[in-house]
């Protein structure tokens, strides 16, 4: 079958008997594809980016397309592992990426760039599971960062305890786990053992994951256990600190054999947040209960009289940790939020002097040259 006549094929059913409904899609997807469907395009699901092209899953197979035209300057709306795209036939003998649709959810964080930018890690995302190892003590800190930008992102934050056969005692690091992810799951597992993995490949049937963590989690490992198959490399981690160098180097797609897929990502260094006050907000609901009780409105959980967070911290029910953790996320996101202000400000006052440049010069000719 050509790539044109599988055009026709693929978007003759919007059911779950769809060729792509192994992938994800779903009536939704259906209903934001059919204006591209009548034009006689393809639908296909991005399953890897590099380089200008991309690899995307079809109802024929997968196909290597050029995404050029949708790779734009602004990182967040360029295209992405995860998303849903309308293929025609493009030159050079590769199909090409004519639109993208419009995106359920989407990870993004900010980059390590001066330019206040963000960049989009996975997209159309269920569930954001977040891979913290055992095999060092976990920085709940990082945890409550990953956090935050999972909320945002709309998708169901998971956290994952990796590595649970090199720790002696899981329970006092799954309570902690659990103090500073409030209403987030919190699995322990082992790829080595498999304990865990039923239980998590259960909570990943239905929707799209993703896989997040440092590098030296153990994603790798926990992706191969997953999929039941070696598709990611794996390497040791060190012994002093858990850490580990990069295996994943980029964003890949994967079919679970259970239902479902999980894009899994490189290990992140920098966790910088994006636009993520809400996301901000629901990690730390505990201490937006507590603020409820707070004398004054407005209280900074600072010094003021009457403050509950205050008075939790001071009787043990709230740790001092978690309250300065989170002032400091929301102090980056104001942060953030200002430069990307800054930024919008700088790029209309040069669009608007391009304007008046233009307009001049259209005056100038208009009049003619000058006697």
């Given at each position: 079958?050509?790539?044109?006549?599988?055009?026709?094929?693929?978007?003759?059913?919007?059911?779950?008997?769809?060729?792509?409904?192994?992938?994800?899609?779903?009536?939704?997807?259906?209903?934001?594809?059919?204006?591209?469907?009548?034009?006689?395009?393809?639908?296909?699901?991005?399953?890897?980016?590099?380089?200008?092209?991309?690899?995307?899953?079809?109802?024929d197979?997968?196909?290597?397309?050029?995404?050029?035209?949708?790779?734009?300057?602004?990182?967040?709306?360029?295209?992405?592992?995860?998303?849903?795209?309308?293929?025609?036939?493009?030159?050079?003998?590769?199909?090409?990426?004519?639109?993208?649709?419009?995106?359920?959810?989407?990870?993004?964080?900010?980059?390590?760039?001066?330019?206040?930018?963000?960049?989009?890690?996975?997209?159309?995302?269920?569930?954001?599971?977040?891979?913290?190892?055992?095999?060092?003590?976990?920085d709940?800190?990082?945890?409550?960062?990953?956090?935050?930008?999972a909320?945002?992102?709309?998708?169901?934050?998971?956290?994952?305890?990796?590595?649970?056969?090199?720790?002696?005692?899981?329970?006092?690091?799954?309570?902690?786990?659990?103090?500073?992810?409030?209403?987030?799951?919190?699995?322990?597992?082992s790829?080595r053992?498999?304990?865990?993995?039923?239980?998590?490949?259960?909570?990943?049937?239905?929707?799209?994951?993703?896989?997040?963590?440092?590098?030296?989690?153990?994603k790798?490992t926990?992706?191969?256990?997953?999929?039941?198959?070696e598709?990611?490399?794996?390497?040791?981690?060190r012994?002093?600190?858990?850490?580990?160098?990069?295996?994943?180097?980029?964003?890949?797609?994967?079919?679970?054999?259970?239902?479902?897929?999980?894009?899994?990502?490189?290990?992140?260094?920098?966790?910088?947040?994006?636009?993520?006050?809400?996301?901000?907000?629901?990690?730390?609901?505990?201490?937006?209960?507590?603020?409820?009780?707070?004398?004054?409105?407005?209280?900074?959980?600072?010094?003021?009289?009457?403050?509950a967070?205050?008075?939790?911290?001071?009787?043990?029910?709230?740790?001092?940790?978690?309250?300065?953790?989170?002032?400091?996320?929301?102090?980056?996101?104001?942060?953030?939020?200002?430069?990307?202000?800054?930024?919008?400000?700088?790029?209309?006052?040069?669009?608007?002097?391009?304007?008046?440049?233009?307009?001049?010069?259209?005056?100038?000719?208009?009049?003619?040259?000058?006697?």
């Open positions: 079958m050509s790539f044109s006549d599988a055009t026709h094929a693929t978007h003759a059913s919007h059911s779950s008997a769809h060729p792509l409904a192994r992938y994800g899609w779903d009536e939704r997807t259906a209903e934001s594809f059919a204006p591209h469907g009548r034009q006689g395009l393809t639908p296909a699901r991005v399953v890897r980016v590099d380089r200008g092209r991309c690899d995307a899953v079809t109802a197979g997968t196909v290597r397309a050029d995404s050029a035209s949708v790779t734009g300057p602004d990182p967040v709306r360029t295209v992405c592992t995860g998303d849903w795209a309308a293929l025609g036939p493009g030159t050079h003998g590769l199909p090409e990426v004519r639109a993208l649709l419009p995106r359920r959810t989407a990870f993004v964080r900010s980059t390590s760039s001066k330019r206040a930018e963000g960049q989009v890690l996975a997209a159309n995302v269920d569930h954001a599971v977040v891979a913290v190892s055992l095999a060092a003590e976990p709940l800190g990082r945890l409550e960062r990953f956090l935050a930008l909320w945002e992102s709309g998708a169901q934050p998971l956290v994952v305890l990796t590595k649970a056969d090199l720790a002696p005692d899981t329970g006092h690091v799954a309570a902690d786990a659990e103090t500073a992810a409030p209403g987030v799951p919190v699995l322990p597992v790829a053992t498999g304990a865990g993995l039923d239980a998590l490949a259960a909570a990943l049937r239905e929707g799209t994951a993703v896989l997040l963590g440092q590098s030296g989690a153990g790798s926990l992706v191969n256990a997953l999929v039941g198959q598709v990611t490399a794996v390497r040791e981690a012994d002093r600190d858990g850490k580990g160098r990069h295996t994943t180097t980029s964003r890949e797609l994967f079919l679970l054999p259970g239902g479902g897929v999980l894009i899994d990502t490189p290990g992140l260094r920098g966790v910088g947040l994006w636009d993520a006050g809400d996301g901000v907000d629901r990690t730390f609901a505990d201490i937006g209960e507590l603020a409820r009780e707070c004398r004054f409105p407005d209280c900074a959980h600072t010094a003021e009289p009457g403050c967070v205050l008075a939790a911290v001071d009787d043990g029910t709230l740790p001092g940790r978690r309250l300065d953790s989170y002032r400091k996320l929301l102090r980056e996101n104001e942060y953030l939020a200002a430069r990307a202000d800054a930024r919008l400000r700088a790029e209309l006052r040069r669009d608007w002097k391009r304007k008046q440049a233009l307009g001049r010069h259209m005056a100038e000719r208009k009049r003619g040259p000058r006697r």
